[in-house]
């Protein structure tokens, strides 16, 4: 499936690199996420973007700094970050204004901070 | 109390059984319901919406009790492919898009 693509599909990065992730959906969505997964976690919510807009920052370090330039394309730019950060991190996309719409999730970037 | 709550197994089955997951969410406000399945190392993908009035899918029946705030997903006859972490996924009151996952349920079928 290609609905929702991530690039890369994994990072291995240190504490004092920058580098950023790439989402892009071709459903002709209007809202995006990012979403944290860590082991044994559920799903964490990060950001929410609708029609561009930033409408939901999920009290999100800002070492994370995402960014939204069109609605088929979200970024997360990613600065100092912590071994703690090392997760799954997970695009989705979903038509906002829907009931009982659902998202679409990118394969994920599977992060490794040293 | 967590917004999205379920057992977190794992359900060890043999092939053909009837397996029932139950997931119980805090906000009454919730309006949407889903199942969602992802495989080990993979991206959740969305199984069955939960309706109230019940819905089924093939081997896959969703039932929604708003009065208890609980949701159960039926699995019958269950298969080697059903092997996968199911995970309980309920909207955040007042915004359709913005979903609360459970942190799953691991189930394991056996030959």
């Known amino acids: 499936e290609t609905g929702v693509t991530q690039t890369p599909r994994h990072l291995v990065m240190g504490m004092t690199n920058k580098k950023s992730l790439k989402c892009e959906q071709h459903l002709g969505h209007n809202a995006m996420y990012w979403y944290k997964q860590s082991a044994k976690k559920p799903l964490e919510l990060m950001f929410v973007?609708?029609?561009?807009?930033?409408?939901e920052n999920n009290s999100v370090p800002s070492r994370f700094s995402p960014e939204c330039p069109n609605s088929s394309h979200l970024f997360l730019h990613l600065h100092t970050l912590q071994p703690e950060d090392s997760a799954l991190y997970l695009c989705a996309s979903s038509q906002e204004g829907v009931t009982q719409e659902t998202q679409y999730f990118g394969p994920g970037t599977r992060l490794l901070v040293l | 109390r967590k917004e999205v709550e379920q057992d977190p197994g794992p359900f060890n089955v043999p092939e053909g059984a009837t397996v029932a997951f139950n997931c119980t969410y805090s906000?009454?406000?919730?309006?949407?319901f889903f199942w969602y399945r992802q495989d080990c190392r993979k991206e959740p993908k969305l199984l069955m919406s939960?309706?109230?009035s019940g819905n089924e899918d093939g081997r896959f029946t969703a039932q929604l009790n708003r009065a208890s705030q609980y949701i159960s997903l039926l699995i019958r006859d269950s298969k080697l492919s059903d092997s996968a972490t199911y995970l309980c996924?309920?909207?955040?009151?007042?915004?359709?898009?913005?979903?609360?996952f459970g942190a799953g349920t691991r189930l394991a079928v056996h030959p």
């Open positions: 939960v309706y109230s």
């Open positions: 906000n009454s406000a919730s309006q949407s």
């Open positions: 973007y609708n029609f561009k807009e930033q409408t």
């Open positions: 996924v309920v909207n955040k009151s007042g915004g359709y898009n913005k979903l609360i």
